[in-house]
């Protein structure tokens, strides 16, 4: 009757195949997706308190600042009843001692009086003369009147709002992106490539840093941070205030170095050639620096005793995350002054080097721990993994530097071991940057060059 027939066998595969998508839709993209936004809503609600804590911190402030304000205007009003208490004594004691004079004049003169009263002489009668009408002249009274504080009314609604203003809870909706991992898939290449090496000056080289090319920050035990192009032409060089070894550098959405200073226990931006302090740290020392996809900072620091590492998250000069611990309370870290390298994985993953503990340490987004990784077994490899810079490509790759053994380690975002870099004559590799195209940049410890290879298809 005109109704279209379909293969039950072909519906069935059609839907399998649907499901197969769905599925895929769902592991690789949806779910990751949620799981982001889990995370930061369960980071916001946990720095919650750390927030509002602030707020009263700010306000306790004010609070203080308005109290020594009013004790300077009571201690300025008791300094000035002071002196109207001097300027009244003073008076008073003037108008006293002019009515002791005419007091002692008058006393004399009773006693003349008397005298010649008693004395039978005729000259001293006869040439007296009366003073009782000059006696007569009382001196005015002086009336010093006190001074009178009028206090003013308190005004309570005026007194608000002169101490502060809170604004109102704001709340806003922002459209959530769906996560897209990077659908190019660029394999490793069978044998990696040195395509150019610059020669830096450096006598020790630490740290490398760039987001293309063309830009490539570097810098070492000395004063001073480089900036070379590709073609190894020194571009800029920036002289630290405090003198000391720059480990920590990183380059930020902008484009503007960012560097710690372990020394003044500071993070530093450059900007228009000029130095400025972005976060000073009390009882930390920063260490490695490292600008995430969202514009965050995240920096490894020890403690100023040396016993203990951290990795707190920054947005702007605000700390917004801090990673110490496991779910058992053990430290993620070892704590030594060692410098621990950091980087973030583009499936947001936290990644660290820590070379005391001779261990790659990856936490996730939350700062859950997810895995470690101590190293590959290999007979070619004869000392031990000791792993300093490290970095990520947009395959969320983490390459890491094994200094000791001359090498790079590659592994995937879950911590399997993929391949050495162990060619292109490396000598001691340390930092480690990847730019925007793939591109690695290493720098050699001992002989002070940056490496490019190219390492992918």
């Known amino acids: 009757k005109g109704h279209n027939f379909v293969e039950v066998t072909e519906a069935y595969n059609a839907k399998k195949e649907v499901l197969k998508k769905d599925i895929k839709e769902l592991e690789n993209h949806i779910s990751p997706t949620y799981e982001k936004i889990t995370l930061e809503l369960e980071q916001t609600l946990a ?75 005729v000259s001293p009668t006869i040439e007296y003369s009366s003073r009782i009408s000059e006696f007569s002249k009382i001196p005015p009274k002086v009336q010093v009147s006190l001074p009178t504080f009028i206090p003013k009314p308190v005004d309570h609604e005026k007194l608000y709002s002169l101490f502060g203003q809170i604004t109102p809870l704001s709340t806003a909706t922002e459209e959530n992106v769906l996560l897209k991992p990077n659908t190019t898939v660029r394999e490793l290449l069978d044998e990696p490539e040195l395509v150019t090496t610059i020669h830096t000056g450096h006598e020790y080289l630490c740290s490398v840093t760039c987001l293309n090319e063309g830009i490539i920050w570097m810098s070492g035990q000395t004063t001073d941070i480089k900036c070379f192009n590709i073609k190894g032409s020194l571009l800029q060089t920036i002289k630290t205030k405090s003198g000391s070894w720059i480990y920590g550098i990183a380059v930020d959405s902008d484009g503007y170095l960012l560097y710690s200073d372990w020394l003044t226990g500071t993070v530093n931006k450059v900007k228009n050639g000029k130095i400025e302090m972005l976060i000073r740290l009390q009882g930390w020392r920063p260490g490695n620096l490292c600008v995430t996809s969202t514009g965050d900072l995240l920096g490894t620091m020890f403690s100023v005793d040396y016993t203990h590492s951290k990795v707190v998250r920054y947005s702007g000069s605000s700390e917004k995350q801090t990673i110490q611990y496991d779910d058992d309370g053990k430290p993620l870290y070892s704590g030594n002054f060692y410098i621990k390298y950091i980087t973030e994985n583009r499936n947001y993953d936290i990644c660290v080097a820590d070379s005391e503990a001779s261990t790659v340490v990856v936490v996730n987004h939350g700062g859950k721990l997810r895995w470690r990784y101590t190293g590959h077994p290999s007979v070619t490899k004869n000392n031990p993994f000791k792993p300093w810079g490290i970095t990520t490509d947009s395959q969320s790759r983490i390459l890491t530097a094994d200094r000791d053994n001359h090498c790079i380690h590659i592994l995937d975002q879950n911590g399997q071991f993929l391949r050495y870099i162990d060619n292109c004559d490396l000598v001691a590799p340390f930092g480690l940057c990847v730019d925007n195209n793939d591109n690695l940049f290493v720098c050699e410890y001992n002989k002070g060059n940056v490496k490019k290879i190219k390492y992918l298809k």
């Not at 308005?66 to 004691?93: F, V």
């Not at 002692?104 to 008397?114: D, F, G």
């Open 47 to 121: 720095n919650l308190d750390v927030g509002y804590e602030k707020l009263t911190i700010i306000m306790s402030k004010q609070g203080e600042q308005w109290h020594r304000e009013i004790d300077i205007i009571i201690n300025k009003m008791k300094t000035e009843i002071s002196d109207i208490k001097k300027q009244h004594r003073e008076i008073l004691k003037t108008h006293l001692n002019q009515i002791k004079q005419v007091q002692s004049v008058i006393k004399q003169s009773l006693l003349a009086i008397r005298e010649i009263e008693k004395s039978a002489e």
